[in-house]
């Protein structure tokens, strides 16, 4: 069964796999756990890179923020979960895994002339990404995040379990650099291809990533190790 869905979203994506290793390991309790090289062709000029960046430049997110941690931790601990936000709740978490990926938003942007760079966020959640995200730039971000906009039931989980869900992983979040004055067709475009976005800050000069305008530091651990520690000694 794992194979096959293997085959159908390689085929999906018209992806070629042409080598692969099987083992089992000891202590292993997931049914699969993996990891791949994945390599791409295309044209030089059409690479989005980061030193096209230029102050000004928007920073859109696609995603949800912190689905990932929330989608393990109900996986891991469903009862304990649905005493936060009811099982109903849950189940939704629980039926979200097709958006553990960013590669739909990614192939979407990727043929939009006004997007200069992305980067997908994963472990760390999206202030580790908005740091690599600068690092690779050369560039500051200034993000204006108000967090009484999350009303989503990942957020609600993260929120009631560690310190910050934006630096809980966030595997599925793609984090896109529009130019000056262009982000809102961007937008649109992504919205017209069924992408949920939203700007969250732009690009300046200087170093550092600022956020509500308080300089962030990248994340020492991932907020979902602190959620995993707590519920399981609960």
Same mark, same amino acid.
């Given at each position: 069964?794992?194979? =096959?869905?293997?085959?159908?979203?390689?085929? %999906?994506?018209?992806?070629?796999?042409?080598?692969?290793?099987?083992?089992?390991?000891?202590?292993?309790?997931?049914?699969?756990?993996?990891?791949?090289?994945?390599?791409?062709?295309?044209?030089?000029?059409?690479?989005?890179?980061?030193?096209?960046?230029?102050?000004? @430049?928007?920073? #859109?997110?696609?995603?949800?923020?912190?689905?990932?941690?929330?989608?393990?931790?109900?996986? /891991?601990?469903?009862?304990? #979960?649905?005493?936060?936000?009811?099982?109903?709740?849950? &189940?939704? +978490? /629980?039926? $979200?895994? %097709?958006?553990?990926?960013?590669?739909?938003?990614? /192939?979407?942007?990727?043929?939009?002339?006004?997007?200069?760079?992305?980067?997908?966020?994963?472990?760390?959640? *999206? *202030?580790?990404?908005?740091?690599?995200?600068?690092?690779?730039?050369?560039?500051? +971000?200034? !993000?204006?995040?108000?967090?009484?906009?999350?009303?989503? #039931?990942?957020?609600? #989980?993260?929120?009631?379990?560690? $310190?910050?869900?934006?630096?809980?992983? $966030?595997?599925?979040?793609?984090? +896109?650099?529009?130019? %000056?004055?262009? =982000?809102? %067709?961007?937008?649109? &475009?992504?919205?017209?291809?069924?992408? =949920?976005?939203? *700007?969250?800050?732009?690009?300046?000069?200087?170093?550092? !990533?600022?956020?509500?305008?308080?300089?962030? $530091?990248?994340?020492?651990? @991932?907020?979902?190790?602190?959620? +995993?520690?707590? /519920?399981?000694? !609960?």
């Amino acid at each position: 069964l794992m194979s =096959e869905t293997i085959g159908n979203e390689a085929a %999906r994506y018209n992806i070629a796999i042409i080598a692969g290793h099987t083992g089992v390991y000891p202590g292993a309790c997931l049914p699969y756990a993996g990891a791949a090289t994945c390599l791409g062709i295309g044209k030089k000029e059409k690479m989005k890179m980061p030193e096209h960046t230029s102050p000004g @430049d928007a920073v #859109i997110a696609t995603g949800t923020c912190a689905l990932e941690a929330a989608f393990i931790v109900s996986n /891991l601990y469903r009862e304990k #979960i649905e005493e936060i936000v009811g099982r109903s709740s849950v &189940q939704k +978490i /629980l039926k $979200s895994g %097709r958006k553990l990926t960013a590669l739909d938003a990614a /192939l979407c942007a990727s043929k939009l002339d006004d997007v200069v760079c992305m980067h997908d966020v994963g472990e760390r959640g *999206i *202030i580790q990404a908005l740091h690599e995200l600068s690092n690779a730039t050369g560039m500051g +971000i200034d !993000v204006q995040w108000d967090m009484e906009d999350e009303q989503n #039931i990942a957020w609600e #989980i993260c929120n009631a379990l560690c $310190s910050n869900p934006m630096n809980c992983s $966030s595997t599925g979040v793609l984090l +896109i650099v529009a130019k %000056r004055n262009k =982000e809102e %067709r961007v937008m649109s &475009q992504m919205k017209r291809n069924g992408m =949920e976005c939203m *700007i969250i800050g732009h690009m300046r000069r200087g170093k550092g !990533v600022y956020i509500n305008k308080r300089r962030s $530091s990248p994340p020492e651990k @991932d907020g979902m190790l602190e959620i +995993i520690k707590r /519920l399981g000694r !609960v």
